[in-house]
């Protein structure tokens, strides 16, 4: 079965830099799009960014300048590097992606994983 894999999320102090990773793993035809979702308490959930298969990234206003997202095709694998953190930033932060698996016939589906929680405060 298709899991994703996240890790990286931790308590920081404001200013400070975490990285998130998220490895995707089993029967992956390819990737179409990798990416983090996050929700505060009380808020509506945000997509932070996202990278496609041909490596085009987006990014919420909120965090552009700030984060990069990036990936290794050979290991499925995203990463999303968090600089100069603020307290807005804090969140529950969930990878997903997108990705084509070979059945009968190829099939575009969208995955979650379990979900970090990133704290910047002091």
């Known amino acids: 079965q298709v899991q994703l894999v996240e890790s990286g999320g931790g308590l920081v102090q404001p200013g400070g830099s975490l990285t998130l990773s998220c490895t995707a793993s089993?029967?992956?035809?390819?990737?179409?799009?990798m990416g983090w979702y996050r929700q505060a308490p009380g808020k509506q959930l945000e997509l932070v960014a996202n990278?496609?298969?041909?490596?085009?990234?987006n990014y919420t206003d909120a965090v552009r300048g700030r984060f990069t997202i990036s990936k290794d095709n050979a290991s499925n694998t995203a990463y999303l590097r968090m600089t100069t953190l603020e307290p807005e930033d804090t969140a529950v932060y969930y990878c997903?992606?997108?990705?084509?698996?070979?059945?009968?016939?190829?099939?575009?589906?969208?995955?979650w994983g379990r979900g970090t929680q990133v704290t910047a405060s002091s």
């Open positions: 997903y992606a997108e990705l084509l698996l070979l059945r009968s016939s190829i099939e575009r589906r969208t995955y």
């Open positions: 089993g029967g992956i035809f390819s990737i179409q799009v």
């Open positions: 990278i496609n298969d041909g490596d085009i990234t």
